[in-house]
Each structure stands twice: as C-alpha cells, then as structure tokens.
C-alpha cells in the first residue's frame, strides 16, 4: 500500500502548482485523504482534506481561498490546487489517507494511516 505524489517544483510568488496523488495497491474508495506539508524546522501540518464519501473538504486557514482540493475524473487521485503562492509555502508536500478524521486532523499526522514519500513545492520571492 502506498501514495504517489507528483506535481512539485519551483515557482514564482503568485503562480500555480497541481499536485497530485495517486494510490498503489489499494484504492481511495472511503477513504478521507489529506495534503501536509513540512518546511525544513518545522512540524509537519496539514493543509486540506476531502472526504471520499460526499465530498466535503477542509482547509487550514493558511490556504483557505488560496488552495484546492478535489477528486479526479476517475475518482482514484485526488488534487491540491495550489494558486496565489507565496515564499511561505515552501515545504515538502505529502499525501496522506485514513478511514476516520480527527478534530485535530491539521496537528495529528500520527493519526493518519498511509503516506506518499512526498514532494517539494519551491516559491520564490
């Protein structure tokens, strides 16, 4: 059972990227899966959910308006749109899956049941 990323890179303040994440091995049917981050330093955060069943997402404030999350066409990969980007959100992005979400979901990486290697999202000022 495994994530795959894809998507990272270098960017400029204000620009785009997509990441994507795909599973190997299992499928994302009922899952919830979520994006982290970690900047070298700091904690690992969480920056957006999307439950499998029904849709609803969830966002850290840091990125409300600013990221997306959604389900692919083939529903077995799921986005983070991220546009308007800034210096700040430099930090290696993983992919994550669980079956239940914590309240804390944001601040509780241990919770979660499966990850991708991760991939590095590069701003620049």
């Known amino acids: 059972v495994q994530l795959v990323e894809s998507g990272g890179g270098l960017v400029q303040a204000g620009g785009s990227l997509r990441l994507s994440c795909e599973p190997s091995?299992?499928?994302?049917?009922?899952?919830?899966i979520g994006w982290f981050r970690q900047a070298p330093g700091s904690e690992r955060e969480g920056v957006a959910c999307?439950?499998?069943?029904?849709?609803?997402?969830y966002y850290a404030n840091s990125v409300k308006d600013r990221f997306t999350i959604s389900d692919g066409n083939t529903k077995n990969t799921v986005y983070l749109q991220m546009d308007n980007l800034k210096p700040e959100d430099t930090a290696v992005y993983y992919c994550a899956a669980t079956y239940w979400l914590s309240p804390d979901w944001q601040t509780t990486p241990t919770l979660w049941d499966f990850w991708g290697q991760g991939t590095q999202v590069t701003v620049s000022s």
């Open positions: 999307i439950r499998r069943d029904g849709g609803a997402t």
């Open positions: 091995g299992f499928t994302f049917t009922n899952y919830i």
